[in-house]
């Protein structure tokens, strides 16, 4: 009786949709890095500039070698190279706290909060 059960848990569970990376379900936000801007924003196109504590898969598209993508907040220091141009996938806890994003090439600051409580409007 159990093994009836069990088996078509599992085909039911093969039939589920998987999307192509190794995270699913998990909220995206695209970091883009070109010689002129550096922008983060959500899945739906939306500049961030505040989040919830979560983890995130960034999706980090770096189209310049002048330029990179710098990320630093409580327990978080993540670059890409200068000289390179890639497209590159982090998956980061980002816990309560300020974080800045910017080109270590470019003056300038980009900061965004994290705060528990409902998501921002």
Known sequence: MLRPLLAAAFLGALTLPVSASSTPGLPELTAKVT???????????????????????????????KQNFHLVGPSVNRRTKVPAKATTTWTIYLRPGTYTYRSDKRPGLRTFTVRPGPPPG
Do not use: E, H
């Open 35 to 65: 010689a002129r801007s550096i922008s983060l924003t959500t899945s739906n196109g939306q500049r961030v500039d505040g989040l919830q504590p979560n983890t995130y898969k960034f999706i980090v598209k770096d189209l310049t070698s």
